[in-house]
């Protein structure tokens, strides 16, 4: 079986990284996350076996690109000069819900990226285990709770929302 160029990866995989990359650190950092995640990709991509799950294998990255930003910016001082502008609910990225974002950033880690990894990436249970750790068990439970919290506590005006 032959490697696919790497452009098709990009453009195969990217939208799903993004997604991952958007509800594990929220919109603001997302992007740079993403772009890591695909620079680290293109270094190591020429060693990948060609029966490797590339899907899974990009999670993964993007898991550690996020773990990295999450401790960064845990290292940043901040400065509090004037209250931050709130992204726009209605521009890029494909308009975002503000109050959903916030609902989900406020998940503890492991349900938010067990409901990332799984809702938004589409990975099975025993491929999030391996990113995050622990079983396949706690991996769909996080997930569970992660999705009830979500259905408690997200709440909207708007009609498409359960």
Not at 2 to 9: I, Y
Not at 76 to 89: E, F, K, L, N, Q
Request: with cysteine; charged share 25%; glycine share 6%.
């Amino acid at each position: 079986m032959s490697v696919q160029p790497f452009d098709e990866v990009v453009a195969r995989y990217g939208r799903m990284v993004l997604r991952v990359c958007r509800a594990v650190l929220g919109p603001d950092d997302a992007e740079d996350a993403w772009a890591e995640t695909f620079l680290a990709a293109l270094r190591a991509y020429p060693e990948l076996p060609a029966d490797a799950n590339v899907e899974a294998w990009l999670v993964t990255i993007a898991h550690r690109k996020a773990i990295d930003a999450t401790r960064s910016a845990a290292r940043r001082p901040v400065v509090v000069g004037a209250v931050p502008d709130r992204p726009s609910v209605t521009g890029r990225p494909e308009d975002s819900d503000v109050d959903l974002w916030a609902a989900v950033a406020a998940l503890p880690p492991k349900q938010r990226a067990a409901v990332a990894y799984h809702h938004l990436a589409g990975l099975p249970y025993a491929e999030i285990a391996a990113i995050v750790g622990g079983t396949t068990d706690a991996a769909r439970r996080a997930a569970a709770d992660g999705i009830r919290t979500l259905r408690a506590t997200y709440r909207t005006g708007g009609e498409g929302h359960e």
